[in-house]
T-cell receptor
Framework: DGGITQSPKYLFRKEGQNVTLSCEQNLNHDAMYWYRQDPGQGLRLIYYSQIVNDFQKGDIAEGYSVSREKKESFPLTVTSAQKNPTAFYLC??????????????????FGAGSRLTVL | AQSVAQPEDQVNVAEGNPLTVKCTYSVSGNPYLFWYVQYPNRGLQFLLKYITGDNLVKGSYGFEAEFNKSQTSFHLKKPSALVSDSALYFCAVRDMESSGSARQLTFGSGTQLTVLP
């Protein structure tokens, strides 16, 4: 089955530690995204990548880092600089059509999420 | 700038009754509009989208949404609610004319729908 796999599903971290969340897709999608979800705040974009070896900051990139070395993979590192990292993290992907307008209409496919708790 | 508002944090409806989950948006140009649903501890699932054309859009699981340009709204509706429809619903918007990092979807804060048996 095609889809997005996020791991781990649950993660506990001590303050001051970096952690990396995995996101793998087998949909052959060009674009990948990381969102953070907090109760009552909806989804906020952390980073996104439209092509391999390229990524852009979203609305709340501070304290996070990403890489896009392979089309299938877009790992997110939550660094010790992130002041309030406890949240539900969602990875998503979408095909990147040839035109700007068409790509904007693409539907996002989401993974099942990773819940990070800082102790 | 683009934004979207879901004015109700919680909507309760009896099974078999019609349901409406409200969404209003703000864009400088024309919008792409989406509805997603999230079940507990899961990712979001796509329900429907408006790109252009008919104002009434039909989607998955019997849901539909009506695009109203004059009221800048895109309310989600279903004629007869099921208990299994209970979930968190998100509206999202993208301005067709946006560029750079703003070319990504902006999500609303979500509305928790509870269908009572």
């Amino acid at each position: 089955d095609g889809g997005i796999t996020q791991s781990p599903k649950y993660l506990f971290r001590k303050e001051g530690q970096n952690v990396t969340l995995s996101c793998e897709q087998n949909l052959n999608h060009d674009a990948m995204y990381w969102y953070r979800q907090d109760p009552g705040q909806g989804l906020r974009l952390i980073y996104y990548s439209q092509i391999v070896n390229d990524f852009q900051k979203g609305d709340i990139a501070e304290g996070y880092s990403v890489s896009r070395e392979k089309k299938e993979s877009f790992p997110l590192t939550v660094t010790s600089a992130q002041k309030n990292p406890t949240a539900f993290y969602l990875c998503a992907s979408s095909p990147r059509a040839g035109t700007i307008l068409a790509s904007g209409a693409n539907v996002l496919t989401f993974g099942a999420g990773s819940r990070l708790t800082v102790l | 700038a683009q934004s979207v508002a879901q004015p109700e944090d919680q909507v309760n409806v009896a099974e078999g009754n019609p349901l409406t989950v409200k969404c209003t948006y703000s864009v400088s140009g024309n919008p792409y509009l989406f509805w997603y649903v999230q079940y507990p501890n899961r990712g979001l699932q796509f329900l429907l989208k408006y790109i252009t054309g008919d104002n009434l859009v039909k989607g998955s699981y019997g849901f539909e949404a009506e695009f109203n340009k004059s009221q800048t709204s895109f309310h989600l509706k279903k004629p007869s609610a099921l208990v299994s429809d209970s979930a968190l619903y998100f509206c999202a918007v993208r301005d067709m004319e946006s560029s750079g990092s703003a070319r990504q979807l902006t999500f609303g804060s979500g509305t928790q729908l509870t269908v009572l048996p």
